[in-house]
């Protein structure tokens, strides 16, 4: 079945530490990739995405993901996180075979000030 | 351009009761969404729409209906509201053509509560 999974359900984190959550897809032909972030109390906003070509991708806030094929990995990466980072992170999906985006669970990251 | 828009922000409902939630989108956007989130459980897709008149289940159909009459409107009705109902409604919108789509654009959200 097509699925998104995040193994890391809660990341805590030191301001200033470097950042990168997991985000894995299961095979399903080809596919485009979205990390989306929602902050306390708001809705998901869209922090970058991956349709083709270059698969190291950069999105706002200093964030980036890397598309790795052979690995059905899109994980995210932000090498000094600060506070203002606090907030649930959500992978997602779709498949050009199939109709639905499709979320991941979400992680939650916390930062110490 | 105002992107998702969705009404009412805030509702309180009693058990039983009805309402419909509103969701529009201005981008000319075939497919539309509609999802929940419950605290520490993600997103859960209730029902999705690749076009006028074409409606089809998610996840967790069950207690809710839509339509989707024009491209711009894809309200969601809740028939008789139970206490499980209570959550945070996002709707979202998203392009595709063959290959190509855009990402999902989402609302600001509707948080029901069922008392």
């Known amino acids: 079945a097509q699925s998104v999974s995040q193994h890391n359900h809660h990341v805590i984190l030191s301001e200033a530490a470097s950042l990168e959550l997991g985000c894995n897809y299961s095979?399903?032909?080809?596919?485009?990739l979205f990390w989306y972030v929602q902050y306390p109390g708001q809705h998901l906003q869209l922090l970058l995405k991956y349709f083709s070509g270059d698969p190291l991708v950069k999105g706002i806030k200093g964030f980036e993901a890397e598309f790795i094929k052979s690995k059905f990995s899109f994980n995210l990466r932000k090498p000094s996180v600060q506070w203002s980072d606090t907030a649930e992170y959500f992978c997602a999906v779709i498949y050009s075979s199939a109709s639905k985006i499709i979320f991941g669970s979400g992680t939650r990251l916390s930062i110490r000030p | 351009n105002a992107g998702v828009t969705q009404t009412p922000k805030f509702r309180i409902l009693k058990i039983g009761q009805s309402m419909t939630l509103q969701c529009a989108q201005d981008?000319?956007?075939?497919?539309m969404y509609w999802y929940r989130q419950d605290p520490g459980m993600g997103l859960k897709l209730i029902y999705y729409?690749?076009?006028?008149?074409?409606?089809d289940k998610g996840e967790v159909p069950n207690g809710y209906n839509v339509s989707r009459s024009t491209t711009e409107d894809f309200p969601l009705r809740l028939e008789l509201a139970a206490p499980s109902q209570t959550s945070v409604y996002f709707c979202?919108?998203?392009?595709?053509?063959?290959?190509?789509?855009?990402?999902?654009?989402f609302g600001q959200g509707t948080r029901l509560t069922v008392v």
């Open positions: 979202a919108s998203s392009y595709r053509q063959g290959q190509g789509a855009t990402e999902a654009f």
């Open positions: 095979y399903g032909g080809t596919v485009n």
């Open positions: 981008m000319n956007h075939n497919y």
């Open positions: 729409s690749v076009g006028a008149g074409i409606t």
